[in-house]
């Protein structure tokens, strides 16, 4: 199963950075801030995942973020930890998470 890190940075202080300096991308932020960043010891966490009868569109309130979903054999609706929906492509799914059963 893969192993997930985060580092977890205070939204203010990368909204401050962002609004300072113009657009920044994650990696050069994280290694201008990375002396204020942890890493978690989150490594396993269970998702569901549904393949789609009919296109469908999705909101996940975490990424702030629509995606939309087709019925062509190849998306999948994943649903996270705490509820939150992201669509990706079966071979990405079969490649990333370990099937329990």
Same mark, same amino acid.
């Given at each position: 199963?893969?192993? !997930? !890190?985060?580092?977890? !940075? +205070?939204? $203010? $202080?990368? $909204? @401050?950075?962002?609004? @300072? +300096? /113009?657009?920044? %991308?994650a990696l050069d932020y994280i290694a201008e801030n990375g002396d204020r960043a942890f890493v978690t010891g989150k490594t396993d966490y269970t998702v569901k /995942? =549904? =393949?789609?009868?009919? +296109? @469908? &569109?999705?909101? %996940?309130? !975490?990424?702030?973020? +629509?995606?939309?979903?087709? &019925?062509d054999g190849e998306s999948v609706v994943l649903e996270g930890t705490v509820g939150e929906q992201w669509v990706t492509k079966l071979p990405k799914v079969l490649s990333t998470y370990t099937h329990l059963d």
């Amino acid at each position: 199963m893969k192993k !997930l !890190l985060l580092f977890v !940075l +205070s939204a $203010a $202080a990368f $909204a @401050a950075t962002l609004s @300072a +300096s /113009g657009p920044i %991308n994650a990696l050069d932020y994280i290694a201008e801030n990375g002396d204020r960043a942890f890493v978690t010891g989150k490594t396993d966490y269970t998702v569901k /995942g =549904m =393949m789609v009868a009919e +296109s @469908a &569109d999705i909101y %996940n309130e !975490l990424e702030l973020v +629509s995606y939309h979903a087709e &019925d062509d054999g190849e998306s999948v609706v994943l649903e996270g930890t705490v509820g939150e929906q992201w669509v990706t492509k079966l071979p990405k799914v079969l490649s990333t998470y370990t099937h329990l059963d």
